[in-house]
């Protein structure tokens, strides 16, 4: 022991000649190693320099970008692509910030070769992209439009081309508006069955190349900003019975289009959800409130997550719908929760702090404090451990064995330096902060196979338009320059090493 103590002793000195801190007075400088002896796993290498342990993930682990058609393609009027519900919605005044609209947005849809190759020059591995359901039937349904099969085919050789894995989701919120206006959207089974068939049509076209399909993306977000609050496309304040109805609707188009792209997709093809599970974390760990999380984040996404794992409602959801509660059979129930190949998860925020409570539920959600920090988005509140305690919770709840982080990303400022370069600390602070917590999943045991940042590059920002940014590529709206912040130069660096950094 006490020997250890004296060579932990000439290793700092010897550490602290190295790195020159005596010759700058420095050596009475306690604090500059307490945090190196608190490390229990910092080890000291034979050059006496002290070497933290590294975060690596699995190998295998893939690194990818994330982002979504109506955000970043624009051409919105080319090759036959029919409207869409966030057409309507962002041409009509006052819906978006700046009545901002995808119009253009980063005109992905001529420069994807461009985005590939910037994807490629900062090591991303894996790309998930979004299918514009209006591209290939603009009318939602029965007849395709080859110019748009085309451009999938085109952007999906090409990823192929340079070594990038694609990861296709088959709705990201750009429902087809002749679905809404001749079905009232979701609220009918037959927009449902419509997007099965869509599903189907696009496994049989693209499974010979890609591997993972991603059925909706955040059914929670677009049907409660858009067909509950009204603050998304289509802009909609249903009232609870005509909306419980919806929610049915969109996870039973969520089993049937499991179904159909098992039916047409070459085999072996992949399929799973990709929903923003809502995350409760135990304020401390303890036995108690980690059981009690559980309890709390399956109650949460009763509606859709917990639905689609179990193929059941719970009796507190039920409960608490009484009269407005979907109707449903239970032959559809069984077809909501057709087995699925892996589950995505979409992850930015804690949605709250709960501990164990002898209460009927057993436990008790604590309501954030006004100072809790966020990114620019309000919605955001900051907490990396979501991502343990998320990832963990889909694990042990529903015994996923493959899972994906499909989203997790900072929104920022992200102002241009003089020397026109973006310097986004606050975005390297997440990233560091959010995957050293999903390290800690990985090195426990829980099947994370890989983490898609959101986005790789500043897009339209839904109801705030381009008025914040989520990318690691900074986008010059007026020019469709790109800039890679520094935040992509860390992404880059993680990826080559495949562990925090
Ligand atoms: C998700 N909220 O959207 C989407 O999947 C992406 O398209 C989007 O760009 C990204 O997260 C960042 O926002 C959300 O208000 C939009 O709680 C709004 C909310 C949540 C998610």
């Given at each position: 022991?006490?020997?250890?103590?004296?060579?932990?002793?000439?290793?700092?000195?010897?550490?602290?000649?190295?790195?020159?801190?005596?010759?700058?007075?420095?050596?009475?400088?306690?604090?500059?190693?307490?945090?190196?002896?608190?490390?229990?796993?910092?080890?000291?290498?034979n050059?006496?320099?002290?070497?933290?342990e590294?975060?690596s993930?699995p190998?295998?682990?893939?690194?990818?970008?994330?982002?979504a058609?109506?955000?970043?393609?624009?051409?919105?009027?080319?090759?036959?692509?029919?409207?869409?519900?966030?057409?309507?919605f962002?041409?009509?005044?006052?819906?978006?910030?700046?009545?901002?609209?995808?119009?253009v947005?980063?005109?992905?849809?001529?420069?994807?070769?461009?985005?590939?190759?910037?994807?490629?020059?900062?090591?991303?591995?894996?790309?998930?992209?979004?299918?514009?359901?209006?591209?290939?039937f603009p009318?939602?349904?029965?007849?395709?439009?080859?110019?748009?099969?085309?451009?999938?085919?085109?952007?999906?050789?090409?990823?192929?081309?340079?070594?990038?894995?694609?990861?296709?989701?088959?709705?990201?919120?750009d429902?087809p508006?002749?679905?809404?206006?001749?079905?009232?959207?979701?609220?009918s089974?037959?927009?449902?069955?419509?997007?099965?068939?869509?599903?189907g049509?696009?496994?049989?076209?693209?499974?010979?190349?890609?591997?993972?399909?991603f059925?909706?993306?955040?059914?929670?977000?677009?049907?409660?900003?858009?067909?509950?609050?009204?603050?998304?496309?289509?802009?909609?304040?249903?009232?609870?019975?005509?909306?419980n109805?919806?929610?049915?609707n969109?996870?039973?188009?969520?089993?049937?289009?499991?179904?159909?792209?098992?039916?047409?997709?070459?085999?072996?093809?992949?399929?799973?959800?990709?929903?923003?599970?809502?995350?409760?974390?135990?304020?401390?760990?303890?036995?108690?409130?980690?059981?009690?999380?559980?309890?709390?984040?399956?109650?949460?996404?009763?509606?859709?997550?917990?639905?689609?794992?179990?193929?059941?409602?719970?009796?507190?959801?039920?409960?608490?719908?009484?009269?407005?509660?979907?109707?449903?059979?239970?032959?559809?129930?069984?077809?909501?929760?057709?087995?699925?190949?892996?589950?995505?998860?979409?992850?930015?925020?804690?949605?709250?702090?709960?501990?164990?409570a002898?209460?009927?539920?057993?436990?008790?959600?604590?309501?954030?404090?006004?100072?809790?920090?966020?990114?620019?988005?309000?919605?955001?509140?900051?907490?990396?451990?979501?991502?343990?305690?998320?990832?963990?919770?889909?694990?042990?709840?529903?015994?996923a064995?493959?899972?994906?982080?499909?989203?997790n990303?900072?929104?920022?400022?992200?102002?241009?330096?003089?020397d026109?370069?973006?310097?986004?600390?606050?975005?390297?602070?997440?990233?560091?902060?959010?995957?050293?917590?999903?390290q800690?999943?990985t090195?426990?045991?829980?099947?994370?196979?890989?983490?898609?940042?959101?986005?790789?590059?500043?897009?339209?920002?839904?109801?705030?338009?381009?008025?914040?940014?989520?990318?690691?590529?900074?986008?010059?709206?007026?020019?469709?320059?790109?800039?890679?912040?520094?935040?992509a130069?860390?992404?880059?660096?993680?990826?080559?090493?495949?562990?925090?950094?």
């Amino acid at each position: 022991m006490k020997n250890k103590k004296i060579n932990e002793q000439s290793d700092r000195r010897d550490f602290m000649k190295k790195a020159g801190l005596t010759a700058m007075g420095l050596s009475a400088a306690p604090f500059i190693f307490s945090s190196f002896n608190n490390d229990k796993k910092a080890i000291a290498n034979n050059a006496g320099v002290l070497k933290p342990e590294k975060l690596s993930f699995p190998n295998g682990f893939l690194w990818g970008t994330a982002t979504a058609s109506y955000q970043v393609e624009g051409a919105a009027n080319e090759d036959g692509r029919g409207k869409t519900v966030w057409d309507t919605f962002s041409h009509t005044p006052g819906k978006v910030l700046n009545n901002d609209t995808g119009d253009v947005a980063c005109d992905f849809y001529h420069k994807y070769k461009e985005d590939i190759q910037l994807m490629k020059s900062l090591n991303v591995q894996s790309y998930r992209f979004s299918i514009a359901w209006s591209r290939i039937f603009p009318d939602g349904a029965k007849t395709p439009n080859q110019k748009g099969i085309d451009f999938y085919n085109r952007l999906v050789d090409e990823l192929l081309a340079k070594g990038i894995k694609p990861f296709a989701t088959l709705f990201h919120w750009d429902l087809p508006q002749a679905l809404e206006d001749k079905n009232k959207g979701w609220l009918s089974l037959d927009t449902s069955k419509a997007f099965a068939d869509y599903a189907g049509f696009m496994a049989e076209k693209l499974s010979d190349r890609v591997n993972h399909f991603f059925t909706l993306n955040e059914m929670w977000t677009f049907v409660e900003l858009g067909y509950g609050i009204g603050i998304h496309a289509p802009g909609l304040t249903l009232a609870p019975a005509a909306l419980n109805q919806l929610r049915h609707n969109v996870v039973l188009a969520h089993g049937l289009s499991v179904q159909a792209i098992r039916a047409k997709g070459k085999t072996g093809t992949k399929v799973g959800v990709a929903e923003n599970v809502k995350v409760a974390i135990p304020f401390y760990e303890s036995p108690e409130n980690i059981k009690a999380a559980e309890a709390a984040t399956r109650e949460l996404n009763a509606g859709y997550m917990t639905v689609i794992m179990e193929g059941k409602y719970t009796d507190a959801f039920l409960k608490k719908a009484g009269a407005n509660a979907p109707k449903f059979t239970p032959e559809e129930l069984k077809i909501i929760s057709t087995p699925t190949d892996f589950c995505g998860i979409n992850i930015y925020n804690p949605e709250c702090y709960v501990q164990a409570a002898s209460n009927d539920m057993g436990y008790e959600i604590f309501p954030f404090a006004k100072s809790h920090p966020s990114s620019t988005s309000p919605w955001e509140k900051l907490g990396p451990e979501t991502l343990y305690w998320g990832a963990r919770h889909v694990n042990k709840l529903w015994n996923a064995k493959e899972i994906y982080i499909t989203e997790n990303g900072y929104s920022s400022t992200d102002e241009l330096a003089p020397d026109n370069r973006i310097y986004d600390t606050d975005r390297i602070m997440f990233m560091r902060s959010y995957l050293s917590q999903l390290q800690r999943a990985t090195r426990e045991g829980v099947p994370v196979k890989g983490y898609f940042y959101w986005s790789l590059i500043d897009n339209f920002e839904w109801a705030v338009g381009y008025g914040t940014r989520f990318g690691l590529v900074h986008m010059d709206y007026k020019t469709l320059k790109r800039t890679p912040k520094l935040s992509a130069e860390y992404f880059k660096a993680m990826a080559k090493e495949n562990a925090v950094l």
